[in-house]
Structure formats: C-alpha cells, structure tokens
C-alpha cells in the first residue's frame, strides 16, 4: 500500500511538471490516454502564485454557450456555466490564482478546465474587481474572461467535488454568491445586446 500511494504521490507531481507544456498542445493533437491524464491533473499550491501591491492576482471565465429558444422566434438565447463552491455553499463562476509561469488568459482557461471542466475560446477581459478573501485577511484583484465553450469534458479534475449546471442569465444571478461575480455577469451580458434577460 506504500508503494501505490508513493507513485500515485510522484504521478501527481509529474503531471504537475508537465502541465505547462501539455496545455499548449492542440488536444485534437494528443492521445485520449494522455488527454485524460491530463485533464484528471489539478494544480495545487501557491509557490507559483502572483501577487501585485499586495494583492492575490486571480483569474477566470464565465463559461457561456448559445441555446435556441424554444419560441417561434427561435431566438438564441445565452446560457452560462456555474459550478457548486468547494464549500458547498453557493455557485460561482471558474477562477483561482494566476501563477508566474503563464499568461492571465493560460491561468483563465486552467483554472475553468481544472474546475467546470470546459475547453473553449476566451474573449476580451473583464475587470478589475477586489475583495476580501473570506478565509483570511488576503486581498484579492480579479478578473474574468468570457469563454465561449467549445468543448464539455466527461472527466476533469475537480469532477468529484464539484456540480456543474447550465442556466440562464437570471438563474445566475440568483444563485451565484459572489457580488464581483455578478457584477462580472452584468459586464458579460452588456458585450452580449442579443441575450436574453
């Protein structure tokens, strides 16, 4: 029993190292048993972590798609990603800690794959909010980015601890917990004239 917990430990730590490099390969161009190694990899830590005046530097995106209305009209109608919080209390949008050894967008898209387990294309930043951490004193600068999800991953990292769920606009901003992160909706909603409040 040593053993397997000693090479799952150096397993994980060596998709840790590889990560970086593996993310900028097209995942049309992997292999699904690497594909699925990877995906099932999470971060951990703060080594990497960037700090700006003293700020905690975190990033993410509002996962969004296009669903068509079910009127005549056959409007299309924007729908958004929430996952469950790791407390279990509240939804709330994919973001976490921007690291020194990738660009904002990179950590966006890590953050929103690890998470709510989504691959898509990121547009144009929003933000910047701050706040308080609630576990501690740490300020946070945050920003978010929209992701029009391309892809919906069976298997990804953080599968286990949280729920994903497709809603509509007003959906999100009754359930979502954070008021930077609704305020971030409000941003993504105002770039998008044609969805549906």
Known sequence: MRH????????????????PFLIKIPSKSLPVQIKTMVSLASRS????QRYEEG?????????????????PSSVEELEVLVISAQNGKGMLFPKGGWENDESMEEAAK??????AGVIGVVGDKLGPWHYQSKRSCIMHESYMFPLLVEEELACWPEREIRERRWVTINEAREVCHNRWMREALEELVRLHP???S
């Not at 397997?4 to 990560?19: A, G, I, M």
């Not at 700020?55 to 009127?71: A, D, N």
């Open 4 to 19: 397997l917990s000693f090479f799952l430990s150096n397993l994980t730590n060596f998709l840790n190292f590889l990560f």
């Open 45 to 48: 830590g703060r080594r990497l």
């Open 55 to 71: 700020y905690r530097l975190v990033v993410g995106c509002i996962p969004y798609r296009y669903k068509k209305s079910q009127e």
């Open 110 to 115: 890590r953050e929103t794959e690890e998470e």
């Open 194 to 196: 044609q969805a549906q």
